[in-house]
């Protein structure tokens, strides 16, 4: 470590994809007020100047030959790092580079990761807001921490932590909450510190209803069946039973019968059990895979 107490081995990475009209100026930044840390740029398939923008202003470049998406490209950074830390930031220009010692200092006091949280105003626009206050409250209900912000990208960790979750990692853009979810399950402390993440200065995003809805229900699975199924599966099981119970109870008193109906939603209610038992073992069978 060094005289501030933050670490002196640092990587920071930048995934990247057609992003000149601002990378060369935030690899300046970045620069300049951490000299001496690992800097990378993983280009994720660029059909612009990109590469070689990055290359000039002194990052070590890493590209994929076509896009493989944002967390393959930063499971390529975090493989070919160096440092004992990695900082995670976009090259859209969102993030500043001024908050990194910000959030370097909760590694000292015990923490494997640090998450810059999002403060209100810096979602991109309301509904993307909306979506990332419910995945931020379902998460805290699965593992019984409050989780500020689920899904930023603009982290530190401890490198050889966040290496033992690579194969967990999908190559989209879910690699925030996949990670996260990943240290709460296996007991490494996480913190987060307030950020006021900018607008934009690369290319714009666009929100398309139906794609991004998928992926809103696609993230809160992940996020159960990374934790514990079993606290999703659980309380379906037991609203199933006690449906079967009422209609049961219904029937017999009204006309002496056990219905079809109940049997169906008792056996819906044994089997959704079941799977939850399944995919609880199943996840701690991957959690121990990546203790090895």
């Known amino acids: 470590m060094n005289h501030n107490g933050l670490y002196s081995s640092i990587s920071i990475i930048l995934p990247a994809k057609n992003e000149s009209a601002c990378v060369g100026p935030l690899l300046a930044k970045i620069r300049a007020l951490y000299p001496e840390a690992e800097l990378i740029v993983v280009d994720d398939g660029s059909t612009?100047?990109?590469?070689?923008?990055?290359?000039?202003?002194?990052?070590?470049?890493?590209?994929?030959?076509?896009?493989?998406g944002?967390?393959?490209?930063?499971?390529?950074?975090?493989?070919a790092a160096r440092g004992e830390v990695l900082v995670f930031l976009d090259a859209d220009g969102q993030h500043d580079p001024a908050d990194i010692p910000r959030l370097l200092a909760p590694l000292t006091q015990g923490y494997d990761m640090v998450v810059g949280a999002r403060q209100r105003g810096s979602q991109a626009n309301w509904g993307r807001g909306l979506a990332n206050t419910f995945y931020n409250a379902f998460a805290s209900l699965m593992t019984g921490h409050r989780i500020q912000d689920l899904t930023s990208g603009f982290r530190a960790?401890?490198?050889?932590?966040?290496?033992?979750?690579?194969?967990?990692?999908?190559?989209?853009?879910?690699?925030?909450?996949?990670?996260t979810m990943a240290f709460f399950r296996s007991g490494y402390p996480v913190a987060y510190v307030p950020i006021h993440a900018g607008r934009r200065q690369g290319r714009a995003s666009h929100i398309n209803p139906l794609r991004d809805g998928v992926r809103f229900l696609l993230i809160l699975m992940k996020v159960a069946t990374l934790y514990s199924p079993l606290k999703v599966f659980f309380p379906v099981s037991a609203l199933l039973f006690v449906t079967g119970l009422g209609y049961y109870l219904y029937t017999f008193a009204t006309m002496h019968k056990f219905t079809n109906m109940s049997l169906l939603l008792f056996t819906a209610a044994l089997v959704v059990f079941m799977m939850g038992l399944v995919s609880e073992q199943i996840?701690?069978?991957?959690?121990?895979?990546?203790?090895?």
Request: aromatic residues 10%; positive net charge; without cysteine.
């Open 283 to 292: 996840t701690a069978l991957s959690y121990r895979e990546g203790d090895r």
């Open 48 to 68: 612009d100047e990109t590469p070689r923008i990055a290359e000039a202003a002194g990052a070590r470049v890493i590209s994929h030959p076509y896009s493989l």
């Open 70 to 79: 944002n967390g393959a490209a930063i499971k390529s950074g975090a493989r």
């Open 157 to 179: 960790v401890r490198t050889q932590r966040f290496r033992q979750f690579l194969y967990l990692l999908p190559n989209g853009f879910s690699y925030p909450s996949t990670i």
